[in-house]
């Protein structure tokens, strides 16, 4: 044991403790004051929760350009999932039942605490950055057709085209780049061969393993185990920019640990302000009316957040999670062939096992994780999942390998029904609600917390029987029917008969030999659920809460079904789905977009230029020139731009049918563009450069600039998006600011009837960002 240690008021720029330099944990998180008080741009969003999914959400959000906000409400533990690691033994914890205050184990494995209540047991959440994907198996399979029956179509088009890409991000293909070699290749052909004589059994598939073990491409490491901290951390140091560090007013990107929301405070059907504790004070965040909230801090927990601050009936209903069970046996090596006795590598194997059955009239889906080794013992994953940097150990792991057995672990994953209709306070069906408001019921910020009823119902019961028969059939499949063949692991030990049916799943029941509990599968899903009909569902297909405009999860809360997949990879999907909504703002229809992430379409006339920003924003930097758009040529059309200021003293705007620009001499190619064409004007103070003078209409944000003066200053705030719609038809012109009419014009005729379209950069330290520049021809 070593001393607490106890901060003092002074500052330093990393933390030193008795044994180490903190310099992750300062590198990729800030202080509240830090991130919330620096001057910059109000946040596009703030993530509630820094887990696998927050994470994920909020690194999209900021490569699409976003300003984001992370809270998380614990500390930074890792960079990357543990088993990338040395031997930390930093393992999840065992489940624990809390129906009390006083029943809580408290925090546990260093990061892990129980917030809900229950008669059931739990491991409870991972409270760190990267949260549970830190610890996660890695296990990544999609959700089939027969899943996705009960969901909207539209989402299950877009599942199918986005699937690929998170499979390819994550590691999840190739799929034998991991786990490959002799015993998997014969493994595959055994189970392929023994699919046909167990009937429930649909498909032999090859291991969706969210691990990619080689590397992408020349040059580059592979990432090993999937984990969201690396993303959100790379993206941090991206933003921090460690060579020229960026000023925290210029950031896009901040993680703020120890920060726990406690509330979400609405408006006019908008979250306004977020309570939160941060190490214990209490502090208020007041939102952007352009600011997106995401709910990412787990199933229960993002539940239980909604239920406080904007209540509905449906929510908490719907409760799902998936039944579990490990069925474990040995099966003699020369059972296998193409396998060299003894061993003369490292040999592990995995795959899946699809499987359908039938449950109360209707059909549920399961499937078993396979792995599978020659190791002494019981465990096929004891060399799996893990870093060996030493070849000595290598090379003795290999001598300790069993040269008679492969053990063979069937970890069974079954799908529960949810149920829509599912009233509080009936014990016989799966909800969740808000404790009861008194002192044992309460968390350390006095609120009420979770309580998470979750049961199995006789359909379950029909089809985790049907799971745990498969998997005792495949093994003795496997082993030829052959008793002398297999052995199987129960009551510590290795049996010559299989374990008899277990009547229950309660963990210290002797009659249970391979069922878990139903809280020990971290799967909690559809409490929030999605759907196209706001009396039926909780959230739209975007994850945002029907009736919040600006409030949406990321999560598989908003799974309208489970199916029996790990709910990783869909949850993944369907962040990317709501990070572009949130970050990517929409096109509507008739119009075409003119910037989507690329400057090749465009061309820099005059001094200083325009910097990208992720895939959506462009913004202005020095100047005096234009960034125009050289593609074509326009003549009569409706053009929409976005655009915000970051201070009074910006100035830009938009300009419309000038002709080609030069771009050899800096200091006057823009000025065609000036002396040809037509600017709409944005500077709030209306400043005259002829008379020295400010509030000048001719000048003013809204005006067609010396042509038509604005009629009124219709800009929102600082910092808030605006949006321009000019429309010009022959030498008619008329501009819309935020919806209102501020200048119109009828031209005489001496200046071009089509051009290019620009924006333009004006003076160093102005920065005035533009997205979503779309154009629709008349």
């Not at 690194?59 to 543990?82: C, D, Q, W």
Request: charged fraction near 15%.
């Amino acid at each position: 044991m070593i001393n607490r240690l106890t901060e003092v008021n002074e500052t330093v720029l990393i933390q030193n403790t008795t044994l180490s330099v903190d310099m992750l944990g300062r590198f990729i998180c800030n202080t509240w004051d830090e991130a919330v008080n620096n001057g910059g741009l109000p946040f596009d969003a703030v993530v509630i929760g820094a887990g696998m999914y927050g994470a994920y959400c909020a690194e999209k959000i900021y490569r699409a350009g976003g300003r984001v906000l992370v809270l998380e409400a614990g500390p930074f533990l890792a960079s990357e999932h543990i088993q990338n690691l040395t031997q930390m033994g930093l393992n999840a914890p065992s489940p624990a039942r809390v129906s009390f205050n006083q029943d809580d184990p408290q925090t546990r494995s260093l990061v892990w605490g129980n917030p809900w209540h229950s008669a059931e047991s739990f491991p409870g959440l991972a409270y760190c950055v990267g949260g549970r994907s830190l610890f996660w198996g890695g296990w990544s399979p999609r959700l089939t057709d027969a899943d996705l029956a009960q969901w909207p179509a539209e989402l299950v088009t877009y599942l199918g085209a986005t699937y690929p890409s998170v499979e390819e991000e994550t590691g999840v293909n190739p799929t034998t780049d991991y786990i490959s070699g002799p015993l998997f290749q014969s493994l595959f052909s055994r189970f392929q061969a023994v699919q046909g004589s167990v009937p429930t059994v649909t498909a032999i598939e090859e291991a969706p393993l969210a691990v990619q073990g080689a590397a992408p491409a020349p040059g580059l490491f592979s990432f090993d185990k999937y984990s969201s901290a690396p993303i959100l951390s790379d993206a941090v140091r991206e933003d921090v920019n460690p060579g020229a560090p960026t000023p925290d007013s210029q950031r896009r990107l901040f993680v703020v640990p120890r920060a726990h929301v406690v509330r979400l405070n609405t408006s006019g059907g908008q979250v306004v302000q977020i309570e939160l504790y941060v190490n214990g004070q209490h502090q208020f965040l007041n939102l952007s009316p352009d600011c997106s909230v995401v709910l990412a801090a787990s199933t229960i927990e993002s539940t239980r957040l909604a239920l406080e601050s904007f209540p509905t009936a449906l929510m908490g209903r719907n409760l799902m999670a998936h039944l579990r069970s490990n069925t474990t046996v040995r099966i003699k090596r020369s059972v296998f062939s193409g396998l060299q006795t003894p061993p003369t590598q490292l040999e592990a194997a995995a795959l899946l096992v699809r499987g359908s059955a039938t449950a109360g009239g209707g059909n549920r889906r399961y499937h078993l994780q396979v792995t599978a080794a020659d190791v002494q013992g019981a465990n096929p994953e004891k060399n799996m999942f893990r870093m060996i940097p030493d070849i000595d150990l290598q090379h003795q792991i290999l001598a300790n390998q069993d040269p008679n057995w492969i053990v063979i672990t069937l970890r069974g994953i079954g799908e529960m029904g949810g149920d829509k209709n599912a009233m509080p306070q009936n014990a016989g069906t799966s909800w969740m609600n808000l404790t009861l408001n008194v002192a044992d019921q309460q968390d350390e910020f006095f609120m009420r917390r979770a309580w998470v009823n979750l049961v199995k119902t006789a359909d379950d019961d029909q089809l985790w029987r049907a799971m745990d028969d498969a998997a005792i059939a495949l093994a003795q499949q496997l082993a030829n029917n052959d008793p002398a063949n297999i052995q199987y692991f129960y009551d510590g030990g290795w049996q010559p008969t299989p374990p008899p049916p277990s009547t229950n799943n309660r963990p210290n029941d002797p009659n249970n030999k391979v069922r878990d509990g139903l809280g020990t599968t971290h799967h909690e899903a559809g409490t929030l659920w999605m759907g196209t009909d706001s009396t039926t569902s909780v959230t739209d297909l975007n994850g945002r809460f029907h009736h919040v405009g600006n409030a949406y999860v990321a999560g598989p809360a908003i799974f309208p079904t489970l199916g029996s997949a790990n709910p990783s990879l869909t949850a993944f999907s369907l962040a990317r789905r709501t990070a572009s909504a949130i970050a990517v703002p929409t096109v509507e229809a008739g119009f075409t977009p003119l910037f989507t992430g690329s400057l090749a379409d465009w061309q820099m006339a005059g001094s200083g230029r325009f910097n990208a920003i992720g895939n959506t924003i462009l913004e202005s930097q020095g100047g005096i020139g234009l960034l125009w758009y050289t593609k074509a040529e326009f003549a009569d059309f409706i053009l929409k731009v976005d655009w915000r200021a970051s201070s009074i003293f910006d100035n830009s705007g938009v300009f419309i049918r000038f002709p080609i620009l030069g771009s050899s001499d800096p200091a006057n190619d823009w000025k065609l563009a000036v002396d040809k064409g037509y600017e709409i004007q944005i500077d709030d103070r209306g400043y005259n450069p002829d008379t020295n003078s400010f509030g000048d209409a001719l000048h003013e944000t809204g005006a067609i600039y010396t042509f038509a003066a604005a009629s009124r200053l219709a800009s929102k705030p600082i910092g808030q998006w605006n949006v321009y719609e000019i429309q010009a038809q022959g030498n008619n012109f008329t501009v819309k600011l935020n919806g209102e009419i501020v200048s119109q014009l009828t031209g005489d005729g001496s200046r071009p009837l089509k051009g290019h379209i620009g924006l333009q950069n004006h003076h160093p330290g102005s920065r005035v960002q533009f997205r979503n520049i779309r154009i629709k021809p008349l």
